[in-house]
């Protein structure tokens, strides 16, 4: 099973990104079928829309970070959700960006950690270790 953890920059400031909120969620149900066309080729369809799962809450702490935000992950889709505009609001920044939503696929296996380097008009991710 995988681990995730994330943790999050000022960019701007040069320091760590304390007290942002942090929501990790998992796409349960929806999925692909695949439906005979009479030739070789198959038409994938959708067969149901699905839904997003919160499995963890947590805050950033005074280094940015949130450890061991999920432990022993499953495989499959999960987002992580950064409520960059309460962060920014509290510092009397405006901000372009109320929310950043991360979309990762997990395999299972290896551990996910997902920073995030923000600043009022911009914003990047990457897969760290």
């Known amino acids: 099973m995988s681990n995730i953890s994330t943790h999050v920059l000022d960019a701007a400031l040069g ?3 304390a007290g942002i909120a942090v929501r990790l969620e ?3 149900g929806g999925g692909w079928i695949e439906v005979s066309t009479g030739g070789q080729n ?3 369809v959708h067969d149901a829309p699905g839904d997003w799962i919160e499995v963890a809450f947590a805050t950033t702490d005074s280094e940015g970070r949130c450890r061991n935000l999920k432990r022993d992950a499953a495989s ?3 987002r992580l959700i950064f409520d960059a505009g309460a962060y920014f609001a509290r510092l009397g920044r405006a901000s372009i960006y109320p929310e950043i939503v991360v979309i990762f696929t997990c395999d299972g ?3 996910y950690h997902l920073p ?3 600043s009022e008009n911009s914003y990047t ?3 760290g270790s």
């Open 15 to 17: 320091k760590p990104a």
């Open 116 to 118: 995030l380097l923000l």
């Open 42 to 44: 198959a038409e994938r």
């Open 109 to 111: 296996n290896a551990d």
């Open 26 to 28: 998992k796409f349960a």
């Open 76 to 78: 499959g889709p999960y």
């Open 125 to 127: 991710t990457y897969r």
